[in-house]
């Protein structure tokens, strides 16, 4: 953030010769300039490249309110916050004005009356563009005076007439004047309340308990919402729906290099999680999103995969502190730890109820055996299933640490099929420690496993290839 500027009346401003735009011009501009510069005004949004923002793009130049339709986990809060780049970094504002109006265009009584009282005096105030974002979670019991307006009754007891416009306490949208409002999940509005926006989202203005009074708000209003064949909560009224200038369906990545971008970007995570293992979890949650099992309509958020990637890792630090590892390491045996805390997270079709566990455990599978194939195309296991053929057997698991995973190998002689095996897992390294590399060989014995080329025995928090 850089620092505000430092004039401080309307004179200064003037004399500056700052130009006042209203506040699509303002968003329309500084969009045109990012396109023109080659710069990405969307950091962060990935898979959206050559459907939903062009389509934004679009909609903010032509200067309409947008609504973005799709289901859970499709980025549609973070597109809203990223308008929020869009803004001047820093834009001049009546000193104490409660709806942060522009020194050259007061909207409300006691502003104009200061205009006219200080003149080129009047003091500013400078806003960032971080204050002229406003979000609210439509809820069922938000109400007019939150969004809009009421009376003020400690305004009236101070001795004003109830006919006073400035009895009024303004909502969320009139102090969003000259700002971006985004309203989460619009059907959870209660109808009576959405037909309350209709007046903001044409005329411009507010109408608040049969008050005459006409303020030229700037906002734009951007909201969410889900498709109206899932949401039984609520629907966007017809009118209100026609008030927004462009309705925009989002979509989950459709490419796996943009689903792993994802995961990577928002998973905090508390150990190393390698890139096989992230992959494993983007093909999981895509595989969820075309199984008949799963209940589509609900969708599978990415925060699925996100929080996969989140417990994979949490398992890798408690097996590291409990035994002692130097390194906390993910390993493939930790992915059974995920489907056994995400299964909450997805809505099955009624007629797989007790399978859940079953469809689950066969998607993953289908996941780990789709990424082995890409990472393995063209390796040789010939001499290591011989090997385990011939009664050798591999120890892994929850509990049992990467140096024990390594050591408990079968010997191959001079083949050095295990430093193959991590170089396609780790390429360039061949694993910096004994973590990844414990994570490549077991990638690899899984893969034969569900090749059936080899078995597998899994009892408590050991499992034995063999």
């Given amino acids: 953030m850089t620092v505000a ?4 009346t309307v004179g200064e401003l003037r004399a500056a010769g700052h130009v006042q735009k209203t506040l699509r011009t303002e968003i329309r501009d500084n969009l045109l300039a990012k396109l023109a510069a080659g710069e990405n005004p969307w950091e962060g949004l990935h898979g959206l490249e050559d459907t939903v923002l062009p389509q934004l793009e679009r909609a903010l130049l032509a200067g309409h309110d947008v609504v973005l339709l799709g289901e859970r986990g499709q980025g549609k809060t973070r597109i809203l916050r990223t308008l929020m780049g869009l803004l001047d970094e820093w834009t001049p504002v009546i000193s104490g004005s409660e709806l942060g109006e522009h020194p050259f265009d007061p909207v409300t009584a006691t502003s104009r009356a200061a205009v006219a009282e200080y003149g080129d005096d009047l003091r500013i105030s400078w806003k960032h563009r971080t204050e002229r974002y406003s979000e609210k979670l439509a809820t069922p019991d938000t109400s007019v ?11 009236v007891a101070e001795g004003r007439s109830l006919g006073d416009p400035e009895t009024i306490h303004f909502g969320l949208i009139p102090r969003s004047h000259r700002g971006i409002v985004a309203i989460n999940e619009l059907p959870d509005l209660a109808e009576r309340i959405q037909v309350a926006m209709l007046n903001v989202m044409e005329e411009r203005d507010i109408q608040i308990r049969g008050y ?19 949401t039984n909560r ?5 009118p209100l729906k026609d008030r927004f200038g462009a309705e925009i369906r989002t979509h989950y990545p459709t490419e796996l290099e943009s689903e792993i971008a994802v995961i990577r970007q928002e998973a905090e995570l508390v150990a190393d999680v390698p890139a096989p293992l992230l992959e494993i979890l983007a093909r999981f949650t895509r595989n969820l999103r075309d199984s008949t099992a799963v209940d589509q309509r609900s969708g599978v958020s990415a925060r699925f995969a996100i929080a ?29 730890t995920a489907v056994d805390v995400l299964g909450g997270k997805i809505e099955f079709e009624s007629g797989e109820e007790g399978r859940e566990e079953e469809i689950l455990t066969h998607l993953l ?11 393995f195309r063209g390796v040789d296991f010939a001499l290591l299933v011989d090997v385990i053929e011939g009664g050798a057997m591999v120890t892994t698991g929850e509990g049992v640490t990467a140096r024990d995973v390594l050591t408990g190998l079968p010997v191959l002689g001079e083949s050095e099929l295990y430093d193959e095996v991590c170089e396609r897992v780790f390429p360039g390294t061949g694993g910096v420690n004994d973590g990844e590399r414990a994570c490549a060989i077991e990638l690899a014995l899984e893969g034969l496993f569900l090749a059936r080329k080899i078995g597998k025995d899994t009892d408590g928090s050991e499992t034995v290839y063999g």
């Fill in 365 to 375: 599978r289908t996941a780990i055996a789709e990424t082995v194939r890409g990472r």
């Fill in 5 to 8: 500027p430092t004039l401080s």
């Fill in 234 to 238: 609520g629907r966007i009224i017809t």
């Fill in 308 to 336: 996969g990637a989140e417990t994979i890792a949490a398992s890798a630090l408690r097996r590291a502190t409990v035994h002692g590892e130097d390194h906390a390491v993910a390993r493939v045996v930790d992915l059974e």
């Fill in 145 to 155: 005076a939150d969004l809009i307006g009421d009376v003020d009754p400690m305004k």
């Fill in 212 to 230: 005459v009074l006409r303020l030229p708000l700037d906002v734009l209003v951007v909201a969410s919402a889900n498709p109206e064949d899932y």
